[in-house]
């Protein structure tokens, strides 16, 4: 089950940072209600908490891995707790991104797709590993091991303070994030570097560690935007600072662009209905993802809702001719706000389609921006048929 379809914390707090920055309308009333809304998100995940950490063994990057190497002899009886302890301790063997709940990484590597870089540096007898990584010009991803300390987790807590906005202030403003030092060896955000000194830039990024695989964290970039002037072969520097060691983790790493299997379209196709029109501009389809990019205009659309409930901002979903069928997420359900330039990131389809068509819905959604959901714990949809449109992607 593909679980980009339920964003996590970290891709929300991503999506509300993008659209502070990159989206010129006035969003800033909204600031205080997402950060209570988040404050709220965050007391609810500590109260529903059964042990002090759990919910940092929950890996950011949904995932659900194939047992670790020896976990089959371990669980057999058959030899000693000494050595079962032992085997706990060997490193992830094989490529992380097999058997993890990601469908693009499992097909990534099944189809060859993904190198394995093996390159690695150590600090303070902490080793970090690059065992994996992926690029295919929309979306990098890659896996990092580490040898040293052996904990369940490898992600650090992080905090996270409310932007302050200043309208006088014209540059980018950001959230300041720390790491919480109380235990020595967790991995905090990574910083990507290209070839010319720029950070890598996205939409949208996550991180956390891979369940089912003890000391392997992944780092998962989508919707990338400046790197098509880098060619398909080129040298990433990745800096990850890790609790209670002074000095940063950076590794250089070889990466070579996936090219097959890779479909952009540009387009110039609207639909409009009442007050509200987009036109869809961009189609990407890669192994690994798919990106639709598209502009809103005029007045969003609204519907009667239950008392209490209002209509979120308009959110999209994609269904091939075989139904198919993704929907977008990392947004915080705002209320209705039109977007001059809408990015999203979807989950690949199993196979080139040969049309895909583009289903606008909103959710219903109350004060606090929580959606509204039925007697399933499902989230109420309401789709708008006369606002679909249809995109040839495999010309006849």
Do not use: C
Not at 76 to 99: D, H, N, R, W, Y
Not at 143 to 158: L, P, Q, S, T
Not at 204 to 229: H, P, Q, T
Not at 298 to 303: D, F, I
């Amino acid at each position: 089950m593909e679980k980009w379809q339920d964003p996590t914390e970290s891709q929300k707090m991503e999506h509300i940072r993008q659209t502070f920055q990159n989206h010129e309308m006035p969003v800033e009333s909204f600031s205080d209600s997402i950060m209570k809304r988040i404050g709220d998100e965050g007391m609810e995940k500590r109260a529903s908490r059964k042990g002090g950490n759990d919910f940092l063994k929950k890996s950011l990057v949904a995932a659900a891995a194939a047992a670790v190497l020896g976990a089959g002899i371990i669980g057999s009886g058959f030899i000693s707790p000494v050595m079962a302890e032992t085997l706990k301790q060997i490193p992830v063997v094989g490529s992380i991104f097999k058997g993890i709940d990601d469908k693009g990484l499992n097909a990534a590597e099944e189809k060859g797709l993904s190198t394995a870089p093996n390159l690695s540096v150590t600090h303070d007898g902490v080793t970090l590993k690059v065992t994996d990584a992926y690029y295919d010009g929309s979306r990098l991803a890659f896996a990092i091991e580490r040898e040293g300390i052996d904990k369940d987790k490898m992600m650090a807590e992080m905090f996270i303070e409310p932007i302050e906005f200043d309208p006088e202030v014209k540059e980018q403003q950001y959230a300041k994030v720390t790491m919480n030092q109380s235990e020595k060896g967790l991995l905090g955000s990574a910083e990507v570097k290209l070839p010319n000194g720029k950070n890598l830039e996205s939409q949208m990024s996550s991180f956390g560690d891979v369940e089912g695989k003890k000391n392997a964290i992944l780092y998962d970039y989508r919707n990338l935007n400046n790197v098509e002037a880098l060619g398909n072969e080129f040298e990433l520097s990745i800096t990850v600072p890790v609790t209670q060691i002074a000095e940063p983790f950076e590794i250089k790493v070889p990466v070579k662009k996936v090219t097959e299997g890779i479909i952009k379209l540009d387009l110039n196709q609207t639909k409009e209905a009442e007050e509200f029109s987009y036109r869809i501009t961009k189609l990407e389809l890669t192994p690994a993802t798919s990106r639709l990019q598209l502009r809103e205009e005029g007045k969003a659309p609204t519907v009667k809702e239950k008392d209490g409930y209002t209509t979120s901002e308009m959110f999209y979903e994609i269904v091939d001719e075989l139904g198919n069928a993704f929907s977008s997420s990392g947004s915080f359900n705002l209320p209705a706000i039109v977007y001059p330039m809408v990015d999203k990131d979807f989950s690949p389809f199993p196979q080139t389609p040969k049309t895909i068509t583009v289903k606008p819905f909103t959710y219903s959604i109350d004060e606090s921006h929580k959606a509204l959901r039925d007697e399933e714990g499902i989230q109420v949809k309401h789709y708008y048929p006369e606002l679909e449109q249809t995109i040839q992607v495999e010309q006849e």
